[in-house]
């Protein structure tokens, strides 16, 4: 067949799919009408941006306005266990909508808009990539997991791997307690919530390693830090963290 026909047949089949089983973007409701388009439109694609603003240059979060980067209070008073945290953007708008639709509707095809989306907003990032030997989702519990069917940090650090070239070890992190989601409580109780939640269970893959630990949001960081120090714990040379968004 050559490419002439295959392109008529591709552009019938997408017509006979559109007229029998039309679907729209769960965002904006606009008709999905080219071949490949999946969940979201290109219009809504489009409109995720990497913020562009001053940040800490420790636990990455976003300051309001211009400046250089600069060590925030919090990170001055006391370093978190990581090295270095980075998110792609904030989490609001079409990005936040992407996020939910990710992680809580089961679109766990949007991994990879996400995944290239961080890889583009922080490919520039030395300090956040610079020697990094593995890369390790931030784990869920098995009963959670087998809710949602997926574990949402995990397909952002299968895609990240695959555009950065780096080894993928989602074996080393276990969720031990099936705690409260993060989002249902108060910042105090965030903190308590994941004391002793996770541990380590083959050390010898991280042993004298810098690891990039992957997961969806940050808000008070507590998860990304109490990943943290169990991996140092267990050798960890390193502890760095990626996020997409920061609430």
Not at 30 to 50: F, N, Q
Request: charged share 30%; aromatic share 8%; proline share 5%.
């Amino acid at each position: 067949m050559n490419v002439s026909l295959r392109r008529l047949f591709a552009r019938s089949a997408k017509l006979v799919e559109l007229a029998l089983f039309p679907s729209f973007c769960k965002v904006c409701r606009a008709l999905l009408e080219t071949p490949g388009e999946r969940v979201l439109c290109p219009t809504c694609l489009d409109k995720i941006r990497a913020h562009r603003s001053s940040y800490c240059l420790c636990c990455g979060r976003f300051f309001e306005g211009a400046g250089e980067p600069h060590l925030c209070l919090s990170c001055i008073k006391e370093r978190p266990p990581f090295a270095v945290h980075r998110s792609g953007g904030l989490y609001q708008g079409e990005l936040k909508d992407l996020i939910l639709l990710f992680k809580y509707r089961g679109y766990e095809i949007l991994g990879r808009p996400l995944g290239r989306f961080v890889f583009e907003s922080l490919k520039g990032e030395e300090s956040l990539w610079w020697g990094v030997e593995a890369l390790i989702p931030v784990p869920l519990h098995p009963k959670r997991k087998s809710k949602r069917g997926f574990n949402q940090a995990r397909v952002l650090a299968k895609e990240l791997s695959k555009l950065k070239g780096l080894p993928l070890e989602d074996l080393v992190l276990r969720k031990m307690k099936n705690v409260p989601p993060q989002t249902s409580l108060e910042r105090d109780e965030r903190v308590k919530s994941v004391r002793g939640v996770y541990t380590v269970l083959k050390s010898e893959k991280i042993q004298g390693k810098t690891v990039l630990l992957v997961d969806d949001v940050y808000t008070t960081g507590s998860t990304l830090k109490e990943c943290s120090r169990e991996l140092l714990r267990a050798g960890a040379k390193e502890v760095r963290a990626i996020t997409i968004a920061q609430a």
